[in-house]
């Protein structure tokens, strides 16, 4: 670097003001540089070196206790979203729970809409326990249509904790829907506002298709905020909220009469089949819709298709995940501690807003369950491919 | 609703509320002095204290910190030329200009003041907003939103005068950059040659930041000597209250501008505050002083990049939509809460709103007066050789860049930006058309597409209010054809020949290689984009397609009249000129401390880079080059544990 030195005369005459300015300071010795960058250097060096190992001493976390320890929440969306609200809510809370009492440090790891930072967790994490992954539906729909990009799989790691969430479908009074029969043999076909074909939309567009409802899509808004707003100006007719959104985007215009609510997406049970939603008791599920409009029991890979994303994308869609090799007392530990969150009363009453009413799973069984909604059978990739192909001409790569 | 609002006055006299309104107007405006950081940086750092605190308390915090970010982050646009956030670079335009003419005190006088105001009047309008606001937001459709983008766009051509094709070009340009990354319709990649990093699009401060603030160390790191005079105060705080008050139809415009760009979904703070500029531009009588310290264009912009904020809290709280990322955490916040925001909220939560509106009054007052105490110690800045603060000013907008997507990339975007925006600048192209184009890019082409497949054909254009867009743009340029015939007749000087004029002294290398290289570089860059974009679907490849040719219109017209003139001077023309050689040696060092960033993190990419620029470059005293790198490298040591900061990593962290 020194070497520029010479070259690095100031431009004369720069300005004509010099008359005004100091003299031009002197050059400094070559022996001055030298000495004072690499003294710095060295300590900069010496500080990198040493002090991670002093700042982050090799943790003991199969001991039954996270002492000492801090949980690293690898958040791979940015702040400020629902999932980082929810990831940080349960970190804090979650860490008050776990013997030992850790420190919490969220890092949010944006990029490639959630694939970057999933990918560099697969990659890299540590199996101490102590590196923990959020997992929301969007690592998880590239990952089921096999992006090339997704670098991760969930079959290779271990859920801790899982939280779900719900939704509705419903539409606007005004373009004469006033129940599910207004979905088919229309006129004109109902328009549906997206977000992005490849993302959480995915469920509601494999729903259709299984109802085989007259619906034609656009796509490209910002959010569904914006969609709820472009459905009460008229612009669209069809949307869909999840449930911590229904309070402030649907509950108001469905008692206006301005919109009608259709249906809920319903919710997994223990054996996989397709319940009501218990945030939304009184409204059929997209089954009972199939079973109104067709007059018969949905089955088939359509159904199996929905099914499987209902799972993902909402009964198991919010995660905290880590690495398949950690230590299994590790696990355990922190899958208890959730689960005494989960119980204690004055959690569920704080937590009522941030969860939307769905409890924290994370009993014994529930490894096993998620396991089996994780499992994504080849028929359903190529069913969902297939539909986004033809008719949404989007070619996942 | 009197009553609330007294009593959510008479609540913020609770010393426990009022030390949270004065910590988070405190935090705010430190954030707000570091390029890069904003409010994002301030909501973040500030979040993780609010848990467990009461509503009422965590919200002062907040909104302390919300009202006054964008006091602050004039602070560095004045005076170093380096934008605190993207916003603060419209306020730049004018502020660094007259900072330069040694009126620094002056300019940031009326930017508080103006910041200040533009916070009372949003919190005005926030609480007046109330009732209308849902009309409000119903009334703007896709295509109204469409037409805005387009306005803000066509604004580029209208602020650039005397050199129109050159900003247009800008524009254009911004605009492709915009779209690289993900397809808003068809979440397609675009120009990403894939890569998962550019899948993303460019990080918007790492942009702002290289463009302007990268571009002005570079052309300023040569000063080693520090202003021997005391800069002038012009005059005094009295003459520049009298000189503010003498502009007050410009600040209570742009304020409503700024609200009304804040209550609009997806308009965001940087364009309103452009749209502020542009209005007062638009309806100035005399437009010649503008960009070169007119107080009209710090005032209208900095009252509404204040008034944005509160705008941006109607949606929030009305419909939880937010419009930016601080308020998406506030959103956050009131969610654990067990607020819901929506229209319900005015009914079941009316004290709390009205505890935001006045704590955001307070804090724009507070705010206001911390910096309008300190303009004084502000302004010495300026007697720093600059080359001494450029120093520690590249660490420090490197790592603020590295916060929002926390990628070395976008330090590397910021870097090749920096080169880029150094020759725009020199060579006479406006940069402001370059960000605007840009941050407009993806909501001109989202909502085109939604106006065009939820729409009939061109019933549309139509709408009352799509009307009222369409003749704020074609008026202007009508009224400008007629003039220009009219100059025709008498044959005088036109318009045309402004950019020829000698006093231009910012831009040294117009008409020379430079600018012959800038042309290049644009032809080719639309040409480029032009030919990757062919392999699109349709859908994504029209807005694209169409940006570049008419890109391609016109900087061929650029590159044409660059040869020309090069064929017709024949003599030599400023080739390599000493300044030229200075920004690239810059440009170098830059480029090596990100490359020792990379290697070795950091830590230590500061404790080398910083010492060796102070003593090689600025040729600081040794005594100060050792105080100035070991303050650094304590506040780096220090920093991670006190704030949600990263440092970057390098190659050797992954191995200890």
Redesign the interface.
């Known amino acids: 670097m020194t070497s520029q030195k010479s070259a690095l005369e100031p431009p004369l005459g720069l300005d004509d003001t010099a008359a005004s300015e100091l003299p031009e300071p002197p050059q400094h010795s070559r022996r001055t540089v030298l000495g004072a960058v690499a003294s710095f250097a060295v300590l900069g060096l010496a500080t990198t070196v040493l002090g991670e190992g002093l700042l982050n001493p090799p943790s003991s976390t199969e001991d039954g206790n996270f002492s000492g320890e801090t949980l690293e929440f690898l958040i791979p969306l940015a702040s400020g979203g629902g999932t980082d609200t929810w990831a940080r809510f349960i970190g804090t809370e979650l860490t008050n729970y776990i013997p030992g009492r850790p420190g919490f440090a969220p890092v949010n790891e944006p990029g490639g809409e959630g694939i970057s930072g999933t990918n560099k967790f697969a990659r890299s994490a540590t199996t101490d326990g102590t590196e923990i992954l959020v997992g929301t539906a969007s690592t998880v729909v590239p990952w089921v249509l096999g992006r090339s990009a997704v670098k991760y799989s969930f079959e290779d790691l271990k859920p801790v904790v899982v939280n779900g969430t719900g939704g509705v479908i419903y539409a606007r009074t005004e373009a004469g829907v006033n129940g599910i029969g207004d979905l088919v043999n229309r006129d004109k076909p109902l328009e549906f506002g997206g977000i992005s074909a490849t993302g959480l939309d995915i469920t509601t567009l494999v729903a259709f298709d299984l109802l085989e409802a007259d619906v034609t899509s656009t796509f490209g808004f910002e959010g569904r905020g914006p969609v709820n707003l472009a459905l009460q100006r008229g612009e669209i007719d069809l949307d869909y909220q999840t449930t911590s959104a229904y309070g402030s985007a649907v509950e108001g215009i469905a008692k206006e009469g301005k919109a009608t609510v259709l249906m809920s997406f319903g919710q997994l049970d223990g054996s996989g089949e397709v319940v009501r939603d218990p945030n939304f008791p009184e409204v059929p599920t997209v089954a009972e819709a199939y079973e109104q409009l067709h007059g018969k029991k949905p089955s088939g890979e359509k159904f199996e298709a929905y099914k499987t994303l209902l799972g993902l994308t909402y009964t198991y869609q919010k995660g905290l995940w880590v690495p398949q090799e950690t230590a299994d007392k590790a696990v355990t530990l922190l899958r208890e501690s959730s689960e005494k969150l989960g119980a204690d009363k004055e959690f569920q009453t704080k937590a009522a807003k941030v969860l939307g009413g769905y409890p924290l799973v994370a009993d014994a069984d529930m490894a096993d369950r998620v396991r089996d909604a994780y499992t994504v059978s080849s028929s359903v990739r190529s069913y969902v491919k297939e539909l986004l192909e033809s008719k949404y001409n989007i070619h996942v790569e | 609703m009197l009553d609330s609002a007294m009593a959510a006055l008479a609540s913020l006299a609770d010393p426990s509320l009022l030390l949270m309104l004065l910590i988070g107007t405190v935090a705010g405006l430190v954030m707000g002095l570091i390029p890069g950081l904003g409010g ?1 940086g301030a909501v ?1 750092i500030l ?2 204290i609010t ?1 467990g605190m009461e509503p009422p308390q965590a919200l002062a915090l907040l909104i302390g910190a919300l009202a006054v970010v964008h006091t602050s982050d004039t602070v560095s646009a004045v005076l170093l030329g380096a934008p605190g956030s993207a916003s603060a670079s419209v306020t730049m335009l004018d502020g660094y200009a007259m900072a330069k003419q040694g009126k620094a005190a002056r300019a940031l006088t009326l930017a508080f003041l103006s910041s200040m105001a533009g916070g009372i009047i949003g919190a005005i309008g926030l609480t007046l907003a109330i009732p209308l606001a849902r009309p409000l ?2 009334s703007f ?2 295509p109204e939103l469409f037409m805005l983008t387009v306005l803000g766009v066509a604004l580029a051509a209208v602020l650039s005068r005397g050199n129109i094709i050159k900003g247009v070009s800008a524009g254009l340009l911004g605009l492709v950059l915009g779209m690289v990354g ?1 397809s ?5 990649e675009r120009f990403t040659f894939g890569s ?2 550019l ?2 699009g460019l990080s918007l401060v790492a942009v702002a930041l290289g463009i302007f603030g990268l571009a002005e160390i570079a052309s300023r790191a ?8 005391n800069i002038t105060l012009g005059g005094g705080w009295g003459q520049g209250i009298r000189e503010w008050l003498s502009h007050w139809t410009q600040v209570i415009r742009g304020a409503l501008i700024g609200i009304w760009a804040g209550v609009l ?2 308009v965001g703070a940087t364009a309103g505050t452009w749209l502020a500029y542009g209005q007062a531009v638009a309806t100035a009588k005399d437009k010649r002083k503008f960009g070169k310290g007119d107080p009209r264009g710090i005032v209208g912009p900095e009252s509404a990049n204040n008034s944005v904020e509160a705008g941006d809290l109607i ?1 929030t709280l009305l ?4 419009g930016g ?2 308020s ?2 506030l ?3 009131l ?10 909220i005015i009914t079941e939560h009316l004290d709390l709103m009205y505890l935001i509106v006045w704590s955001f009054a307070i804090a724009s007052i507070l705010g206001a007066l911390f910096c309008f105490l300190s303009v004084k110690q502000l302004a010495k800045l300026t007697k720093v050789p600059f080359a001494v603060l450029a120093a520690g000013l590249v660490a420090v907008m490197l790592l603020g860049s590295f916060q929002e ?3 070395l990339g976008d330090l590397w975007v910021m870097i090749i930006l920096g080169v880029f925006g150094w020759l725009l600048k020199s060579t006479g192209f406006p940069r402001a058309p370059f960000l605007i184009g840009f941050v407009l890019a993806i909501p001109l082409e ?1 909502y085109y ?2 106006t065009d ?2 729409y009939n054909g061109l019933d549309w254009m139509a709408r009352p209010g799509v009307l009222v867009f369409l003749a704020i743009l074609v008026l202007p340029i009508l009224w400008a054809f007629i003039k220009f015939i009219r100059a025709r007749r008498n044959t005088n000087l036109d318009d045309g020949h402004r950019n020829e004029r000698p006093e231009d002294d910012e831009s040294p290398l117009k008409n020379s290689v430079w600018s012959l290289t800038a042309a290049g570089i644009f032809a080719v860059a639309f040409a480029a984009a032009l030919i990757s974009s062919a392999s699109f ?1 349709p859908e994504a490849r029209l807005v694209p397609q169409l940006v570049s040719i008419g890109g391609l219109v016109f900087s061929g017209i650029l590159l044409f009249t660059e040869i020309r003139t090069r064929v017709r001077a024949r003599t030599a023309s400023t080739g390599w ?3 030229a ?2 920004a690239m ?1 810059t440009f170098l060092w830059m480029t ?1 401390f990100l490359a020792l960033t990379a290697a ?2 950091y ?6 880079f ?3 620029f102070l ?3 600025a ?4 005594k100060v ?2 105080i100035y ?1 070991a303050a650094l ?1 304590i506040v780096l ?1 220090a920093l991670p544990s006190l704030l949600p900061i ?1 440092l970057p990593q390098g190659w ?2 992954t191995l ?1």
């Not at chain 2, 419909?319 to 937010?322: C, Q």
């Not at chain 2, 040729?619 to 040794?622: E, I, M, T, W």
Request: overall charge positive; cysteine-free.
């Open positions: 994002t973040a979040l993780p848990f937001v119903l459709a896709s993900t808003p319709t068809t979440a397609e998962l990093f899948g993303d040569s000063q080693r000597r520090g202003q021997k005079e979904p997806g949606p419909f939880g939509i937010p990322v601080p998406a955490m959103l956050g916040m969610l654990t809460y067990g607020i819901q925001p929506g229209p319900s997507g926390g990628q989202r597409f939604l497949s939820l679907s000129t000493l300044d050689g200075f040696k090596a070795f993190g830590l230590i990419a500061v404790t080398v910083i010492p060796a003593l090689i470059v040729r600081a005293r040794l080059a050792i790198t490298y040591l990263d050797l962290n200890v």
